[in-house]
């Protein structure tokens, strides 16, 4: 009996500090994380799963209080070790803020700051705060063949993976299941600020890129200076996008899956399909689909950048092919 799917490569260490960006709550004086079960905040003080530099950064964060009812707060730190926060506040605890000044005097002597769902930059004029357009800077990175740091810009705001040590290891997972498609032309959807573009770039493949957010692609932009990369701001749920026949298609959609993309795929299929997901039940739902339109799952690897929790990042390579005939 020949097995019908390869057996997947599960990457799991290490368990613990893999975290060099988080996403909190203020809630009441809490910082922390919803309960599972209930609607309240589990107050933090330490964190066994961010990284030494992004547990020191918060430890500090935690000692003021900014005396808002409620809101989101997303830290980072960049791999140079520069500390970035956003305060997605309500327009009321922002204005309090402002007028109030300290907390924002104090917080800006320790990271660079974002406020609100604008993603400004807080910045200062005569000793008064003011919001000024986004700021793009290298918060992330990925890494060419040799391992070498290439910079990713955007906002602190804008997506990134979890870590820095994690990435590394579903880059090199994505390269090395583009490589051993043979396809040397690529289309990406989902591409965010140039994680696996500029991955593909450097090691000499052919990339176009599609990605939603403006920020995203001015930062892929930015990243790209003097690569020959193809970057476009697109919906591409609801705009048409290129055939995929003859080339590799990567994707690493959002929770929502490749959803509209699927009827493309159906119309031109693409040789190779590198699907990049940290949601399994949807990835399960569209894995089905994709062979029924041919395809055969060849390669699965799994990156466990979420440790004590059910979610996986699943790196899987399909190929067309025509359907198996089991003995
Ligand atoms: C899971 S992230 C992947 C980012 C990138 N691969 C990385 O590793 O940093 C999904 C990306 O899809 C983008 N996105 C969401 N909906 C989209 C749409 N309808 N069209 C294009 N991009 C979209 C998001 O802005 C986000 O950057």
């Not at 940290?278 to 990156?303: I, S």
Request: proline share 6%.
């Amino acid at each position: 009996m020949r097995a019908r799917y390869p057996y997947a490569k599960v990457h799991s260490s290490p368990s613990q500090g893999v975290r060099d960006r988080v996403d909190l709550v203020w809630e009441n004086s809490r910082l922390g994380l919803y309960a599972l079960q209930a609607r309240e905040v589990v107050d933090f003080s330490t964190c066994p799963m961010m990284s030494p530099a992004l547990e020191q950064w918060f430890i500090e964060f935690r000692q003021r209080d900014p005396g808002v009812l409620k809101g989101s707060v997303r830290l980072r730190v960049s791999p140079r070790g520069e500390r970035g926060v956003w305060l997605d506040f309500s327009n009321q605890a922002v204005k309090m803020l402002f007028e109030e000044r300290e907390y924002l005097q104090w917080l800006s002597a320790r990271a660079f700051v974002e406020i609100g769902q604008r993603r400004k930059t807080l910045s200062w004029v005569d000793g008064k705060p003011r919001l000024v357009d986004p700021t793009l800077k290298p918060w992330f990175e990925t890494y060419d063949e040799n391992f070498r740091a290439i910079p990713l810009y955007g906002p602190v705001a804008g997506f990134s993976q979890a870590g820095f040590a994690a990435n590394r290891v579903l880059v090199e997972a994505v390269a090395q299941m583009v490589a051993a498609s043979g396809v040397r032309d690529w289309l990406e959807l989902f591409s965010g600020n140039g994680n696996f573009a500029l991955a593909l770039s450097a090691r000499g493949y052919e990339v176009e890129a599609f990605e939603l957010e403006p920020l995203a692609t001015q930062g892929l932009a930015l990243s790209a200076v003097g690569r020959s990369l193809k970057v476009q701001c697109r919906d591409v749920y609801l705009k048409s996008l290129p055939s995929f026949a003859g080339r590799g298609l990567l994707v690493d959609p959002p929770r929502a899956g490749l959803r509209e993309v699927l009827e493309q795929v159906r119309k031109s299929l693409p040789t190779a399909l590198v699907y990049v997901s940290c949601f399994t039940e949807v990835f399960l739902q569209e894995a089905t689909r994709l062979e029924a339109l041919g395809f055969a799952l060849k390669q699965l690897v799994g990156v466990d950048q979420f440790p004590y929790t059910p979610h996986m990042e699943w790196i899987a390579l399909f190929e067309v092919e025509k359907p198996a005939i089991l003995s």
